[in-house]
């Protein structure tokens, strides 16, 4: 093969290469710049699908006045907003509750299954770890209805700590797949030395074990909170009013809006906002989580 | 009460932390045993009250069984409390596992068993009659319910559909692993969909961008020649398009596992084929997809078993239709519970789809774990 046939190989290859990245980088973005253009966007400019803002149409804070949030209405008293702002907060309150509890309960589980041998009538510590894995398989639907009448009966119906536990409860393998994965690889000498030392088992993991162990933690945390921010199916069923979260808001608004867009796509950008920026800021992590244990 | 067996000791093999042997005065033991037995003595008291009060016979007059959830609570605390006291240092091994353990039963035992109570009652939250055992009828029901096995038939095209979003998902892998300019631009761009709530996508693509009149889809599909351009009309066309809202999600998170694969890959043995004149196409299915088979098995089966899941998408755009196309079991019990308030025969469907699901995940690791030591 001749040096210049060879170089418009590479180049063509490359061409290709950069044309397929470029077509999927649209295909995963342009959902989102048509929903934050939408929320700019008046009835004419929806029905005649005007794509460009300034170029043509005018951008008009339509949208993010019926929430509340545009710059004439930020100081007035909005209903839309209040509510809003109470969804948002029960949203956080809930996906950071849970992820709490979870990394806390979980970690230290993983470090005990990864450093001690336990023995459970004829469980070992394998068993153990399959037993927290296996709820990954159990699916909402069969833990919806039970729940339902549980927290009806404990009165944490439509309440933030009844919906922090059963998202702990689904965060929490994902949670212990991951820091056994992390705990695996801090070289167990270290521990050893405390020991030798005088430490305790709680001194040596909190001083020395836990430090180590952050990324792991912070990886599972952030894993975690996008989980449970996104949850909608038991916070379709289990909350009403109260502790209703953002999913849910966005949902019962889906059906009743007709063609109101712009208030729909102001909805949708600002529950979608917060996980966008972890998105961009925290990428590692989520992927540091993502990957943990699945490369061996 | 068999947590208190837990017994911690420490692990054979490289990880081990050897246990420190402490005596453990004998007054302290007895004290640990005392203070367990009474929690637990406490914790049935309650528990026999409680039912007492519910059934009428004492009245005390709980509003809710709040108290014996409090009850739970310190009795898990004095178990653990106890465990230091009677084992000393294992004591203190155990402590590290018994919150998550005892979580993880307290929140899945009993709505487990719970639950397989209710499947058997034909319980209706509409109805003012109460629940009542019913024995095999929900099960006879099941049988005859057209709609059920529709969802549970639709759920085996959602799972073949995982092996086409591993196929597209695998591509981009490799795009991102290639020598390309803003590769970590790229990453981000690719991982967004992944972040997004699938409700909020549910409305941003399957409502407004695949909408009939307005939808950029829908204008783009005329433009090249659909003249009809329904998403969610025709079975198969709503099913794909459901299949298309959710691969967007969730391709990137099968993605990020092959990249994460593909980085670990050694280098040398594609260098060496390169170097002995493999043509790419050769050397990716000669050398990489072998070399990638466990992380492809690992992501396809995660990916399967959120798959067993879909729901969201489903009950926010087409709500199951047209006629029962695009229904998920997830989304048919959805609207059992929902919209006809039927509790008992709803559960009953989930704990069945359950046990399927258990046997199905059950096989299929049984079946890979066997064909991939065949392979090796």
């Not at chain 1, 934050?36 to 008046?42: A, D, G, W």
């Not at chain 1, 804070?61 to 702002?85: C, K, M, N, Q, Y």
């Not at chain 2, 007059?61 to 465990?83: H, I, K, M, T």
């Not at chain 2, 396809?300 to 196309?325: H, Q, S, W, Y």
């Amino acid at each position: 093969m001749s040096a210049a046939a060879w170089r418009v190989k590479r180049i063509s290859g490359r061409t290709l290469l950069y044309a397929a990245a470029l077509l999927w980088a649209f295909i995963s973005l342009f959902p989102i710049y048509w929903t934050v253009t939408t929320s700019f966007k008046t009835a004419v400019d929806v029905t005649q699908g005007h794509l460009i803002p300034f170029v043509d149409f005018q951008p008009d804070w339509r949208g993010w006045r019926s929430l509340g949030l545009s710059p004439d209405t930020i100081g007035a008293t909005s209903t839309v907003r209040e509510e809003f702002l109470r969804r948002f907060e029960n949203s956080i309150v809930a996906s950071v509750g849970a992820s709490v509890l979870a990394v806390v309960i979980g970690s230290l589980a993983a470090y005990g299954l990864s450093r001690f041998r336990y023995r459970f009538g004829p469980w070992r510590n394998k068993d153990i770890s399959f037993w927290f894995l296996s709820q990954l398989i159990l699916p909402p639907v069969v833990l919806a209805m039970p729940f339902l009448v549980l927290y009806k009966e404990l009165a944490l119906l439509d309440t933030r700590v009844g919906l922090i536990l059963v998202y702990a409860l689904m965060v929490l393998p994902i949670v212990i797949w991951i820091m056994r994965d992390q705990f695996a690889s801090i070289p167990i000498e270290l521990e050893e030395a405390a020991r030798v030392d005088g430490a305790t088992v709680w001194q040596s993991f909190f001083r020395i074990v836990a430090p180590l162990a952050l990324p792991g933690m912070v990886a599972a945390f952030i894993l975690s909170v996008v989980l449970c921010w996104n949850e909608y199916f038991f916070a379709a069923l289990l909350t009403s009013s109260d502790a209703k979260t953002l999913p849910v808001m966005v949902a019962s608004q889906t059906g009743s809006q007709g063609i109101n867009w712009w208030s729909m796509a102001a909805l949708s950008t600002a529950a979608i906002a917060p996980l966008a920026l972890i998105g961009i800021f925290l990428e590692r992590y989520i992927i540091r989580g993502l990957t943990a244990g699945a490369v061996k | 009460m068999s947590e208190a067996e837990i017994d911690a000791g420490a692990l054979a093999g490289d990880h081990s932390i050897k246990p420190v042997s402490s005596r453990i005065p004998p007054g302290r033991k007895v004290a640990g045993k005392w203070l367990i037995g009474l929690a637990t003595l406490g914790l049935a008291a309650m528990l026999l009250l409680q039912v007492l009060d519910s059934a009428g016979i004492v009245a005390i007059g709980f509003e809710n069984w709040r108290p014996l959830l409090c009850a739970y609570l310190a009795w898990a605390v004095a178990l653990g409390v106890g465990q230091v006291m009677i084992r000393g240092e294992a004591g203190h091994r155990a402590l590290f596992l018994l919150p998550a353990v005892l979580f993880t039963v307290s929140m899945v035992i009993f709505p487990t068993v719970f639950g397989l109570y209710i499947a058997f009652t034909d319980w209706n939250l509409s109805s003012f009659a109460g629940r009542q055992l019913n024995g095999l009828d929900n099960l006879r029901a099941l049988w005859a319910d057209p709609y059920y096995w529709n969802a549970l038939g639709n759920m085996v095209w959602y799972v073949l559909a995982v092996l086409v979003q591993y196929a597209i998902a695998f591509g981009l892998a490799l795009l991102l692993n290639a020598e390309i300019r803003a590769r970590k631009f790229f990453r981000v761009v690719f991982l967004m969909p992944f972040m997004l709530s699938p409700v909020a996508v549910s409305w941003m693509v399957g409502k407004s961008i695949m909408e009939y009149r307005f939808g950029p889809a829908a204008t783009f599909a005329r433009f090249i020649g659909w003249d009809n351009p329904a998403f969610f009309a025709s079975p198969w066309v709503a099913r794909l398009s459901i299949m298309a809202m959710d691969g967007w999600v969730s391709i990137p998170f099968i993605m990020i596992l092959l990249l994460a694969g593909l980085q670990a890959l050694p280098t040398d043995i594609l260098e060496a084929a390169r170097i002995d004149g493999a043509k790419p196409w050769q050397s990716f299915w000669k050398i990489t997809f072998p070399l990638m088979l466990p992380v492809s098995v690992t992501a396809v089966i995660l990916r399967i078993i959120f798959e067993l899941k879909l729901a969201d998408i489903v009950i926010n755009v087409t709500a199951g239709g047209p006629g029962g196309a695009t229904d998920t079991v997830s989304s048919f019990i959805y609207r059992e519970y929902r919209d006809r308030s039927n509790v008992g025969y709803g559960t009953m469907l989930a704990q069945v789809y359950f046990v399927l699901i258990v046997i199905f995940v059950t096989a299929l690791l049984n079946l890979v774990s066997r064909w991939m030591r065949r392979l090796t």
